[in-house]
Every structure is written in C-alpha cells, then in structure tokens.
C-alpha cells in the first residue's frame, strides 16, 4: 500500500507528498477520535516504522485498488521494553 503525505492546501487544491510504501494493513472496523475529537468510523488501519510521515488528510492506496485519505495518526513507543516502536494510520 502507499501513503501520500498532505503537505498542506494551496488557493487551489491540496498538496500531497511523494509516494512512500507500507507494508502492514489491517481491515477492522474501528470507532476513532479524528483531529477535531469527533467520534468517526475507521475502516482500515496501518501499521508502520515509526519514522512514517502520514498527517491527517494524507492519500492512501490499498492494494485492492480503493483509495481512501488517513484520520489520524498515532506514535507508537514503548523506551525500556522490548517491543518495536511504530506509527499506527486510522483510515476512513
């Protein structure tokens, strides 16, 4: 799957980073707090190296082809423990 990242809005349209690719999906359907606070549906989530950048409105492309744009964006870390740190992505 790959990610875009949302740079930002011109007086036109929004700007995206390049493509960048991550490797783990999940399709669960999960209740979210999106960047305003408001409960929102997610129906996929990524799991990613930490160093991910992936803002909310970010473009996102399943490998089945549906493309959909990241909600939130949560670091993952855990100093002392012996689990990996990640970036999770909630996607609508």
């Known amino acids: 799957m790959t990610v875009e990242p949302y740079l930002g809005t011109s007086a036109y ?5 390049p493509p960048v690719t991550a490797s783990t999906l999940d399709e669960t359907v999960r209740h979210v707090r ?7 549906v ?13 803002p909310p409105k970010s473009r996102l492309a399943f490998p089945d082809g549906r493309r959909t744009t990241a909600i939130s964006t949560t670091q993952h870390t855990a100093p002392g423990l012996p689990v990996p740190a990640s970036t999770q992505v909630n996607a609508e």
Not at 42 to 54: E, F, G, H, R, V
């Open 13 to 17: 349209e929004p700007h995206y980073g």
């Open 34 to 40: 999106d960047r305003t606070g408001a409960e929102v």
């Open 42 to 54: 997610s129906t996929a989530q990524i799991i990613a190296a930490p160093d991910l950048d992936c």
